[in-house]
């Protein structure tokens, strides 16, 4: 299963978010669950990277993946196993991260996203996951 990320650029509730997200990634794992897609952009993929980081102590069969926009910017891969360049080529850069954000979508069987308002990027990429009907986590909605 391929499980993907999409989330605000800004957290307000970091230690909250970070203790659910632990949480639900710790289940999605001990059930089988290891390869992971993320976006490397903003607050709440950092968290996830960083958290699938520290489980990938536990359950080192963890596949943590930055999918990237773009091929001419440096970024730091230390947090990740791997990194995948969708089929971007052909896209203009004012596009590449929507779209980039699609395909991963498009690959995902099920989504874990930190969305509390219907604007921006995540909004619309959360849109696109509920479109397809995905399965989708929000470790934010979680209580205590």
């Not at 509730?13 to 659910?20: D, G, S, V």
């Not at 509390?116 to 990027?121: K, L």
């Not at 995540?122 to 986590?137: C, D, G, R």
Request: glycine share 4%; proline share 5%; charged share 25%.
């Amino acid at each position: 299963m391929t499980i993907t990320f999409c989330g605000h650029s800004k957290l307000i509730e970091q230690n909250t978010i970070r203790a659910h997200l632990t949480r639900e990634l710790r289940t999605l794992l001990e059930q089988g669950n290891h390869k992971f897609y993320l976006s490397g952009y903003g607050d709440f993929d950092l968290l996830a990277a960083k958290v699938l980081y520290e489980l990938k102590q536990e359950y080192p069969e963890t596949e943590s993946i930055l999918i990237l926009p773009y091929l001419d910017r440096k970024v730091d891969v230390s947090l990740y196993d791997s990194t995948i360049y969708p089929p971007l080529e052909n896209v203009p850069k004012r596009y590449a991260i929507s779209r980039r954000n699609k395909w991963m979508v498009e690959q995902a069987d099920m989504v874990i996203a930190c969305v509390d308002h219907d604007w921006g990027g995540a909004s619309k990429t959360l849109e696109m996951a509920q479109k397809k009907k995905l399965p989708i986590i929000n470790p934010a909605d979680r209580e205590g």
